[in-house]
């Protein structure tokens, strides 16, 4: 029986690893669709005011729906073996305490934080910080009683915490936990609340929608001086661990956790029914994958270079036509493509439809659109890596994404904390100047240091070394 939905580890995999690839091209000489849109080049200085759709700002929500997507098999599975909800609970506030750790621990290793210029003193330091990092959150994989595994945890956390507040920083700053890492710290609290959230309304669907309702009345709501929604909106007892802002991602967590049940849905009747595909299936999916791959770039074509009306007619021109083609789905990978398209071309028109309000789809600050339409891409995603990784098993070509996505927290950390101290360590770093002399080069910089962290990760992975929360 086969309990692992390939698509859910490739669709986290692909998040990560173009987090990674949006971290290291060359900065200011690539064209702007290479980069955030409100971030263009070659100053990269924010701006608010630009609205767009790059392949960067698809990054982080994707990796936020791939989360959510898991909740059914993660705390699904647990609830079904009997577990005690408040035992679940307290797991997902434990399991954000233990990210914003790591957001904090990380962002203040970073070579660059510790000296300015970086010497071999931050570079070292660094190192030490991954190396830290395994006893924090993987399972030494050596035979000892319980109480030794927790003790070996506990000691590694005291002694980054001793590291942290001890250490020397560039320009005089000092260990401070509201400097961390700021996507760490959004996981984090979507790692509590996307979790609560889930084990309160698994049964119902509509419950799960209606706590984003109330959510948006309250964000809409929150700018009316002296109202009970502004006090809600502002009241944070730990400022550097929670804000009521972001929440907001739970627009994009829970849309994740109703794909992960249709994922689960399907695994089952595979499972129980022994379930093949049929030859219908075969030319439903060659159709579906071009489809959903031509709706993800129609968009970030058309979004980013705001043609915005002529992106909604050819949107719903493909999604009414997709619709049609899956209103009789009668097979067990049909059933899993219709619920999977017609939610996510709901979403997708749904941010469309917003797209004018807020100024435009924006990441940041994130506008209504961007969530939706966001939402409504990783459906689509999800729909494609489906049919390429379980309906065709296209493994060979897939491993990468795959094991990257079952262990991304080292795929995370390894390009800051692994490979350039060490490229700094050996002398390789000033070599990496030379490939910021024009676009193809700036862009092979970021595919050999992601390259080089996917095979990193994809090594742990194989040997079975995790990082857990």
């Known amino acids: 029986m086969n309990q692992r939905a390939y698509a859910l580890d490739a669709l986290r995999g692909y998040a990560i690893i173009t987090m990674v690839l949006s971290a290291t091209v060359a900065s200011g000489i690539l064209p702007a669709w290479m980069y955030h849109a409100q971030e263009p080049p070659p100053s990269h200085i924010y701006n608010p005011a630009l609205a767009g759709l790059t392949w960067v700002d698809l990054v982080f929500p994707f990796f936020l729906f791939a989360m959510g997507a898991a909740f059914p ?3 699904g599975k647990r609830i079904e073996k009997g577990e005690n909800l408040i035992r679940l609970v307290w797991d997902a506030v434990k399991r954000g305490l233990q990210l914003t750790f790591f957001a904090i621990f990380i962002q203040h290793f970073y070579p660059y934080v510790l000296s300015s210029p970086q010497d071999t003193r931050s570079w070292g330091l660094a190192l030490l910080c991954f190396a830290l990092l395994f006893p924090m959150f993987m399972r030494i994989p050596l035979k000892m009683p319980a109480w030794a595994h927790t ?16 250490v020397k920083y560039a320009d005089g700053r000092t260990w401070d936990p509201g400097f961390s890492n700021i ?21 119902n669907r ?5 706590v984003l309702i109330c959510l948006m009345a309250i964000y809409l709501s929150a700018g009316i001086s002296g109202s009970w929604a502004q006090a ?20 994009i967590v829970i849309p994740g956790s109703i794909a992960g049940e249709y994922l689960k849905e399907w695994m089952v009747r595979r499972n129980k029914e022994s379930v093949l595909p049929i ?13 959903t791959i031509s709706v993800i770039i129609l968009n970030l074509c058309f979004l980013q270079s705001r043609l915005v009306e002529m992106n909604l007619v050819f949107t719903s021109v493909l999604l009414v036509f997709g619709c049609f083609l899956l209103r009789k789905a009668d097979s067990n990978y049909q059933k899993l493509w219709k619920d999977l398209f017609y939610a996510g071309a709901y979403l997708l028109i749904l941010g469309l439809f917003f797209e004018s309000y807020e100024g435009g789809i924006k990441k940041d600050p994130p506008s209504y659109s961007y969530y939706f339409v966001t939402s409504g891409l990783a459906f689509m995603a ?10 065709y098993g296209y493994v060979r070509g897939t491993k990468f994404l795959v094991m990257s ?3 991304p927290m080292i795929a995370y950390a390894a390009g800051d904390l692994l490979i350039m101290p060490v490229f700094s360590l050996v002398g390789i770093t000033p070599l990496l100047s030379y490939l910021s002399a024009n676009p193809w080069l700036g862009f092979l910089r970021g595919v050999i240091i992601t390259t080089i962290a996917v095979l990193i990760t994809m090594l742990f992975t194989r040997i079975k070394w995790f990082w857990r929360t």
């Open 73 to 75: 098999f993660s705390i």
């Open 151 to 166: 003790g070996i945890k506990l000691l590694a956390y005291l002694l980054a915490f001793v590291l942290m507040i001890t």
């Open 183 to 203: 996507i760490i710290l959004l996981l984090a609290n979507m790692a509590v609340f996307g979790s609560i959230v889930y084990i309160f309304t698994r049964r």
């Open 206 to 210: 509509w419950a799960r929608v209606a």
């Open 232 to 251: 809600v909106y502002d009241f944070t007892p730990f400022p550097w661990m929670y804000k009521f802002t972001y929440l907001k991602y739970l627009f």
């Open 279 to 291: 030859e219908t299936d075969r030319r439903f999916s060659f159709f579906f994958l071009a489809l």
């Open 382 to 391: 999800l729909l494609a890596l489906n049919i390429i990784c379980d309906f």
């Open 405 to 407: 996505g079952q262990n």
